[in-house]
């Protein structure tokens, strides 16, 4: 008797390379439930969440949200915080002087004297939050920051910084936190990626490379999508090169494939994942063309964010801010920024903020590409009435050191350093935490990055001690076994 041949590895490499499938369709239509499995409740009671308003497909969530997405400006190499929020006066009466204090070990272990700003800080809008001169367009909007001036982290170089303020641990391998908010979450929309990281020309990932924003163990459907914010095709191969007809007849017989693969071998999430990704990329292949086409934007939105700077890298900023904006219309949950070092000469191409010597020319390049983008962002969130839900997220992976190291140039501080939160529940116009008057060390409401993802996953509508998954054995989550929310800066 004759029986049907087993399923070859022809068979399977056809089906699985190629296909997109009825089952990926499915796993697409059914992102936004994905979150389900990870927002443990404690209670199979379904009072016991809420869910977005007027949303049946999105997941539950712990309480109500106060945000629905993140923009995470990340400022690669750490950006010094005596020199952009948190102003020490008495660096200028010690200037030049020995630390009166003992100095802990630093990255290059080449300490000179007391280093006073070479900028001047001002009070700034109705709150009156003192900063540096590098940021006067942030400056005008000081009213919507929440600055948090006592983050500390337990290292003190770059790709441990890195992967410990992208993922709350020091090595790759795990999921990013625009995975964290992306799998529990779900997405607004199923033709664009729910987690993005925007790039420009010059730009590099930090330390650690793309692996920053991996999915680490979660399913692969939630790993950063890189878009490159100066090119017509942002990402690469994004336009078919034969047409939608023949490329519709081939997605045709590729779905007769999958569906038969998946009918032999059963359900598989990390099949349905996979195929979720191919599903995405087909449908990108009209949205990320629109979503990347700035061309529409007004002559004044393109002013607010310095998209026509005769800076290359003010202008390259300027598109990402932009893009975040348009990518938020679209509801896209996270994106995150990337700093631009090309033609500036400061720090090195992975850490552009990274400056051991000449901190004044490179944090004044720096700044001046950032600065009027950011702010451009923030008041063009507010002007469409999204910044009210929208979570924007500021930081390097350190401070820098109260002492020089050479000449003119700053070490690595972890003990003590600045980040600012604005926008989606945020209470803007708010300082909080302390480091001591040299600013080498926190001493007041002392927090970690742990603290700063726990806020973030709270005003999302998320218990950053519920959104496990569980991975060769144990439960994890993005704050791993710490974290607690800063509650003093929400609104």
């Not at 990340?74 to 952009?84: E, K, Q």
């Not at 927090?447 to 994890?476: E, K, M, N, P």
Request: glycine letters at 10%; charged letters at 20%; aromatic letters at 8%.
């Amino acid at each position: 008797m004759s029986r049907e041949p087993d399923f070859c590895r022809r068979q399977f490499l056809a089906s699985s390379s190629m296909g997109f499938g009825a089952a990926a369709l499915a796993a697409i239509q059914c992102s936004e439930a994905r979150g389900h499995e990870l927002l443990r409740s404690g209670s199979e009671d379904d009072d016991d969440v809420l869910r977005l308003p007027g949303s049946a497909a999105l997941p539950r969530l712990h309480h109500v949200p106060r945000a629905k997405h993140v923009v995470f400006c990340y400022m690669s190499g750490g950006v010094s915080h005596l020199d952009s929020f948190d102003p020490k006066p008495e660096l200028k009466r010690l200037h030049g002087q020995p630390m009166p204090v003992p100095v802990q070990r630093t990255q290059f272990n080449d300490n000179g004297k007391i280093m006073a700003s070479p900028f001047e800080f001002k009070p700034a809008g109705q709150s009156g939050i003192e900063i540096s001169e590098l940021f006067p367009e942030i400056a005008k909007v000081a009213d919507e920051l929440a600055v948090v001036r006592s983050m500390t982290t337990p290292f003190s170089e770059h790709a441990q910084c890195n992967f410990l303020m992208h993922s709350g641990f020091p090595l790759m391998g795990y999921p990013s936190a625009g995975a964290w908010c992306s799998y529990g979450l779900g997405t607004f929309n199923e033709n664009l990626p729910s987690y993005v990281v925007l790039q420009s020309a010059g730009a590099v990932p930090p330390h650690g490379g793309v692996s920053l924003f991996s999915n680490g163990f979660l399913p692969a459907f939630h790993q950063g999508s890189i878009l490159n914010a100066d090119s017509k095709e942002a990402i690469a191969n994004i336009s078919p090169l034969d047409g939608s007809i023949f490329q519709q007849s081939r997605l045709q017989i590729m779905q007769r494939f999958d569906q038969d693969f998946l009918t032999r071998v059963g359900q598989s999430s990390e099949i349905a994942s996979a195929l979720a990704n191919y599903e995405t990329a087909f449908r990108m292949q009209t949205a990320v063309p629109e979503v990347c086409d700035i061309g529409q934007e007004t002559a004044e939105t393109r002013r607010l964010y310095g998209v026509d700077s005769e800076s290359t890298t003010q202008a390259g900023y300027a598109r990402q801010c932009l893009l975040a904006r348009r990518l938020i219309e679209r509801g896209v949950r996270f994106i995150e920024l990337s700093c631009l070092n090309e033609g500036i000469g400061a720090g090195n191409a992975p850490n552009p903020w990274d400056q051991h010597g000449e901190l004044e020319r490179g944090h004044r390049a720096m700044a001046q590409q950032v600065d009027r983008p950011i702010a451009g962002l923030i008041q063009d969130l507010r002007r469409i009435g999204k910044l009210d839900e929208t979570l924007i997220v500021w930081s390097g992976e350190f401070g820098r050191t109260p002492f020089s190291q050479g000449s003119n140039g700053r070490d690595h501080n972890p003990m003590g350093f600045s980040v600012w939160l604005a926008g989606g529940g945020v209470r803007g116009g708010r300082v909080w935490g302390a480091t001591d008057e040299l600013g080498y060390y926190a001493i007041e409401n002392r927090c970690q990055v742990y603290d700063l993802w726990a806020t973030a996953l709270h005003l999302l509508g998320i218990d950053h001690t519920r959104l496990t998954y569980r991975y060769s054995g144990r439960d994890f989550r993005l704050t791993d076994v710490h974290g607690k929310v800063l509650t003093d800066i929400l609104a």
